[in-house]
């Protein structure tokens, strides 16, 4: 007799007697997928501009990427959100980035439905859909998915890849992390990188082997059953990090500038047919300065930069390239539907100069063109957090205007690449319909024929707004799936409908000609910009919105401005948010509220920055509970941060030490004058506050600094100037080891303690807290 099976949650069809003799089995059915389904890869590439790989006419090389383009379908009109995680929401849910709450990335969110933060379990993931379907569902690399205030061990964890339908999960939860040293988490807990950045550590080679691992673990037992990879690496998002030789790759090969660069690009663009021939291009910028206008020492440094750059892209294109291989190797490459996207364009974080530590700009600490220059040669290494000057992100995006952030086409047109031999006839072709993130999912779901379930895990879930684009795949005349898509961000606002794009830039078109980015919109003003701020692109003669035909068509404006308002309207766009800082400051719901005492314990996970006690400009203790042995001890007992700032408290030589490492710029050390005897004792380290912090300067509170060996004064000394905003970068907060990046050349990770620590407790005083929140702001905005 064959095996009886039946759906699960059904009544049981067997029959059941007294006895196995009068019994007949049957079983819940197993979860099997339809023979033949492919696999399904999404790679997410971050803050990759329209114009930078190969295949787009960019100048860096990406071998791998463009061979999918040449085996596969390339399409020109990919449009994302202009944001991170906003992106990200649509790329695995299929509905827009309002309706799942993600407005902007999650340090940000607000109480409104449009703007909290966290998906709702309605809108459910791709991973959830295909899980149920029989799929391996693995998640790799960048997150930043989850609500901010949900990040650290404490939990809560349904809103982490494990609790959103992924099985197996390796990469960093938040905006970005250090390539070297990174902020590491393996499913639903933190680990450390498996090497060191001598050992030759990298954290994109790190993400493909784990993927290669995560592939192979399952297909060496059931070859036939299909996996859902989300790939996400945080490349091509600051730090640019890449070995040395791969930035010397492109030695002298930027040293035409940005402007002959963007000329460069647009010829190929034209050549390879990703723009018609009749596309302009736009003006140069107002914000970025003419090469040719710069001094010989800065062009030096931002030809730099972009080698930096390039090699970068080159290198995480040749890692792509390793997954590939294995997909081959194994079988599974001609079976395997992939999608390759940016999360936006590219990114103007590094502002008009670059910068080779964010972390001074976050804190307003100047960087000198003489310390840059000093550091040319090390661009790219694990010192420095680096990101080239906005004159690149402009080449990066042409043939559009502006960049990451606005919604003008710089901001939301990305590349968009689709690889699947064993179903696509068509070659190496170029798609023109229009399309958006949200179409990736139901794109998937016609390719393997299911239907977007009714409800996940007993939610009724809601219904998803992007199109499908399989009927593309193999007609280059097919039609657009979608004639309407608004866009949001920050108040900067757009529309497009059947081939015209109207656009309302808020604060400005530019930063030179406008109010700072994240000034308040006021109902005032929204009048105001709806009665004279937008801009109007017929897209079907002028793709790279060069000519603005408000003037000579506000009938057509206003039909635009008035769908605009629908959509917003459906889809939980308003009320319209066009603050920045204020935005950061709203009150959310804590896990646990404030507290002026905070207690740690070794062998437990780092905090992250979020989690952590706010130590700067405050006096404060940190008091730890050891026992020594007879022949001593070393290591950490509390430290924050990493080589681009942060503060140690550990022992060393059988002394007690102190280190506040001021934004990686100077080095403020404290020990013991006595050694330490073995036994029980209580290790203090206490701040005094001695002056006012100068915020907008770059300057946190001065202070005393005291060590002490139960309650015995033994050692003390100034610390002029501290961390001034956030320590921001580098590892969160360590009790009884170092993080992986070094604070102090004084040791080496992971310098564990090797006496007995029971707990280290910090404890803040009671001084006013002092905050910027423009300065915080601007080390969010730079984290998506």
Request: hydrophobic letters at 35%; glycine letters at 10%.
């Amino acid at each position: 007799m064959s095996m009886k099976e039946y759906p699960p949650g059904k009544s049981f069809p067997g029959k059941i007697g007294l006895t196995v003799d009068e019994s007949e089995p049957a079983w819940p059915a197993a979860r099997r997928v339809k023979q033949g389904a492919p696999n399904v890869l999404f790679i997410v590439l971050d803050d990759t501009g329209y114009g930078q790989l190969g295949c787009y006419g960019g100048l860096s090389e990406t071998p791998n990427l463009d061979r999918l383009a040449a085996n596969g379908l390339l399409y020109t009109n990919m449009h994302t959100t202009a944001l991170c995680s906003p992106t990200r929401s649509c790329i695995l849910t299929g509905r827009n980035h309002h309706a799942n709450a993600m407005a902007g990335i999650t340090e940000i969110s607000t109480g409104f439905p449009g703007y909290n933060g966290a998906i709702p379990f309605e809108n459910g993931l791709l991973s959830e859909m295909l899980l149920r379907e029989g799929y391996n569902t693995y998640a790799i690399g960048k997150w930043h998915l989850t609500p901010a205030e949900q990040g650290s061990a404490a939990g809560p964890y349904d809103r982490w890849p494990l609790g959103r339908g992924f099985e197996r999960y390796y990469g960093f939860l938040g905006g970005d992390t250090h390539q070297y040293y990174p902020d590491l988490v393996e499913d639903n807990h933190q680990v450390e990188p498996p090497r060191t950045p001598e050992q030759g550590y990298h954290l994109t080679e790190d993400l493909v082997d784990r993927a290669i691992a995560f592939i192979g673990d399952a297909k060496q037992v059931a070859p036939n059953k299909p996996f859902f990879l989300y790939f996400a690496t945080g490349a091509m998002h600051a730090p640019h990090h890449v070995p040395r030789e791969w930035a010397d790759r492109y030695k002298g090969k930027f040293d035409m500038g940005w402007d002959r660069a963007r000329e460069l690009v647009f010829e190929r663009q034209k050549q390879l047919g990703v723009v018609p021939e009749s596309a302009r291009l736009p003006a140069a910028d107002p914000d970025v300065p003419r090469w040719d206008g710069l001094p010989e020492q800065e062009r030096q440094l931002y030809a730099r930069m972009m080698e930096v750059f390039a090699g970068y892209l080159t290198h995480t294109d040749h890692h792509i390239g390793r997954m590939l291989d294995t997909l081959g190797k194994l079988g599974q490459l001609d079976n395997t539907l992939i999608m390759v996207i940016s999360d936006n364009g590219a990114s103007a974080e590094g502002g008009p100069t670059g910068s080779v530590n964010e972390n001074r700009f976050f804190n307003f600490v100047p960087e000198s063109l003489k310390d840059n220059l000093a550091a040319l040669d090390e661009l790219g290494g694990p010192r420095y957090f680096n990101h080239y000057p906005w004159g690149w992100t402009h080449a990066g995006n042409t043939p559009f205007r502006r960049w990451k952030r606005e919604t003008f086409r710089g901001g939301v047109s990305d590349p968009f690449i689709v690889h699947w031999p064993a179903v696509i006839r068509a070659k190496g072709e170029i798609r023109h319909q229009y399309a958006h993130a949200i179409d990736m999912v139901p794109t998937v779901l016609d390719a393997i024929g299911i239907e977007p379930p009714a409800e996940i895990r007993g939610v009724t879930q809601s219904p998803l707004h992007g199109k499908g684009l399989h009927h593309t795949f193999d007609d280059a005349q097919a039609p657009s799936p979608r004639d309407t898509q608004y866009f949001e961000m920050f108040g900067h606002r757009a529309i497009y409908h059947d081939g015209f794009r109207a656009v309302c830039p808020w604060p400005g078109d530019s930063f030179s000609e406008s109010k700072p980015f994240g000034t308040p919109l006021k109902p005032e003003d929204l009048r105001r910009l709806d009665e004279q701020g937008w801009e109007l692109y017929d897209l079907t003669t002028d793709p790279t919105e060069s000519r603005n035909i408000a003037p000579a068509n506000r009938e057509k404006l206003r039909e635009m401005i008035a769908l605009w308002y629908v959509e917003a309207g459906k889809y939980g766009v308003l009320p319209i948010d066009g603050r920045g800082q204020q935005r950061l400051a709203e009150e959310r719901p804590q896990i646990t509220a404030e507290r002026k005492q905070y207690t740690y314990y070794p062998h437990t996970q780092s905090v992250p920055e979020s989690a952590s006690p706010r130590l700067l400009n405050r006096s404060h203790v940190i008091c730890a509970e050891v026992e020594i042995p007879d022949g001593g001890a070393e290591g950490v007992l509390l430290c924050h941060g990493g080589n681009t700032g942060g503060y140690a408290f550990f022992v060393k030589d059988d002394k007690l030490h102190y280190v506040h490492n001021y934004v990686g710029a100077q080095q403020f050390h404290v020990a013991s004058s006595n050694g330490l005897s073995g036994g029980r004792h209580e290790l203090r380290f206490e701040f005094e506050r001695t002056g006012e912090p100068d915020l907008r300067s770059g300057r946190g509170a001065p202070g005393r600094a005291r060590l002490f060996v139960d309650d015995a004064l033994v050692g003390e000394g100034d610390i002029p100037v501290t961390i001034p905003v956030a320590i921001g970068i580098g590892g969160g907060l360590t009790c009884g080891r170092a993080t992986p990046s070094p604070i102090t050349d004084l040791y080496q990770a992971p310098f564990e303690f090797t006496g007995e620590l029971t707990s280290v407790t910090a404890e803040v005083g009671k001084e006013a807290l002092s905050h910027d929140q423009e300065a915080e702001m601007r080390m969010v905005m730079a984290r998506q």
